[in-house]
């Protein structure tokens, strides 16, 4: 049975989409089908998953070519920015998860092969912004959009993962809603700071929030991330243990960041780039995470 996974903090910079990246990664290196659900209009997830060859002359070549038909008949910045935007515009998907979550389109129509086999994403763009104003004035159904859509290929994958924006808004409990079925989880990457223990307190309020008028079979579980070897870290870790049982991973992520900035940089998941220190930590979360089922 699939199973959908949503990585979700009110914090940002807690490792939420390093974290969608490696699980994606480390359960189709199990032989998982997983689809990866973009929602954060800053695409970090959809730049790597998705990420191309480098820029060419040519492409340097039809920009200049389409800056020099408009320019005669526009200012030399304006037939500038055109040219760009038509550049641009070649290069974009069809569709995102915009549209699907806006209703311009099947969810089919917006899921995209990944250079990874076994993952493929619905990609996100920077429309996604507005679409929560979309959701609330022009949906019946503003929180279950993404529900709906997933619903007809769910059983296509065996994990669906969704990395998130910061903020609470209508994605935010469209994101919740979606997680339907018994094994469903919603998974917070909490740091251990007075930010990210504040972050996720918010976030579970807000799973709370909707879990008020929703009742759904929903696993919450707490990730430590960026952990530093030190004892305050250790007894917050510990205590958070103690608290929360079973709903917090064992495995912990350590704060390491030249690993996960190098293979950022380089467009590629720290799991493919790496085998050692952060990288084991996060091969043994998905260990942890697959021995669930």
Same mark, same amino acid.
């Given at each position: 049975?699939?199973?959908v996974?949503?990585?979700?903090?009110?914090?940002?910079?807690c490792?939420?989409?390093?974290?969608?990246l490696?699980?994606?990664?480390?359960?189709?290196?199990?032989?998982?089908k997983v689809?990866?659900?973009?929602?954060?209009?800053q695409c970090?997830?959809?730049?790597?998953?998705?990420?191309?060859?480098?820029?060419?002359a040519?492409?340097?070549?039809?920009?200049?070519?389409?800056?020099?038909?408009?320019?005669?008949?526009q200012?030399?910045?304006?037939?500038?920015?055109?040219?760009?935007?038509?550049?641009?515009?070649?290069?974009?998907?069809?569709?995102?998860?915009?549209?699907?979550?806006?209703?311009?389109?099947?969810?089919?129509?917006?899921?995209?092969?990944t250079?990874?086999?076994?993952?493929?994403?619905?990609?996100?763009?920077?429309? &996604?912004?507005? *679409?929560d104003?979309?959701?609330? =004035?022009?949906?019946l159904?503003p929180?279950? !959009? /993404? %529900?709906? +859509?997933?619903?007809?290929?769910?059983?296509?994958?065996?994990?669906?993962?969704?990395?998130?924006?910061?903020?609470?808004?209508?994605?935010?409990f469209?994101?919740?809603?979606?997680?339907?079925?018994?094994?469903?989880?919603?998974?917070?990457?909490?740091?251990?700071?007075r930010?990210?223990?504040?972050?996720?307190?918010?976030?579970?309020e807000?799973?709370?929030?909707?879990l008020?008028?929703?009742?759904?079979?929903?696993?919450?579980? &707490?990730?430590? *991330?960026?952990?530093?070897?030190? =004892?305050?870290?250790?007894?917050?870790?510990? !205590? /958070? %243990?103690? +608290?929360?049982?079973?709903?917090?991973?064992?495995?912990?992520?350590?704060?390491?960041?030249?690993?996960?900035?190098?293979?950022?940089?380089?467009?590629?998941?720290?799991?493919e780039?790496?085998?050692?220190?952060?990288?084991?930590?996060?091969?043994?979360?998905?260990?942890?995470?697959?021995?669930?089922?």
């Amino acid at each position: 049975m699939s199973k959908v996974i949503v990585v979700l903090s009110h914090k940002g910079g807690c490792g939420k989409s390093e974290t969608v990246l490696n699980l994606a990664y480390g359960l189709a290196q199990k032989g998982k089908k997983v689809l990866v659900v973009d929602g954060d209009p800053q695409c970090n997830v959809t730049s790597i998953l998705m990420s191309e060859l480098p820029l060419s002359a040519s492409e340097s070549d039809f920009f200049l070519n389409e800056y020099t038909q408009l320019q005669p008949e526009q200012s030399q910045f304006l037939a500038a920015y055109q040219a760009l935007k038509k550049y641009v515009e070649m290069n974009r998907v069809n569709y995102d998860i915009h549209h699907v979550l806006e209703g311009e389109c099947p969810v089919e129509e917006a899921i995209y092969s990944t250079r990874y086999e076994n993952i493929n994403i619905i990609p996100s763009g920077t429309e &996604l912004s507005m *679409t929560d104003y979309q959701l609330k =004035n022009k949906s019946l159904e503003p929180y279950r !959009a /993404l %529900r709906m +859509a997933l619903d007809k290929v769910r059983d296509q994958y065996d994990v669906i993962l969704m990395d998130n924006q910061p903020f609470k808004n209508a994605l935010t409990f469209n994101a919740i809603a979606a997680c339907v079925r018994e094994g469903d989880m919603v998974l917070i990457p909490t740091k251990i700071n007075r930010g990210g223990l504040e972050g996720t307190y918010e976030t579970m309020e807000t799973i709370m929030e909707w879990l008020r008028s929703e009742s759904l079979p929903l696993d919450i579980r &707490l990730l430590a *991330t960026m952990v530093n070897r030190n =004892n305050i870290d250790k007894s917050w870790i510990e !205590a /958070l %243990r103690k +608290a929360f049982g079973n709903r917090m991973f064992q495995t912990t992520i350590r704060y390491q960041a030249k690993p996960v900035e190098d293979a950022s940089m380089r467009k590629r998941i720290l799991l493919e780039a790496y085998k050692k220190g952060v990288a084991e930590d996060y091969q043994s979360l998905v260990n942890e995470l697959d021995a669930l089922e």
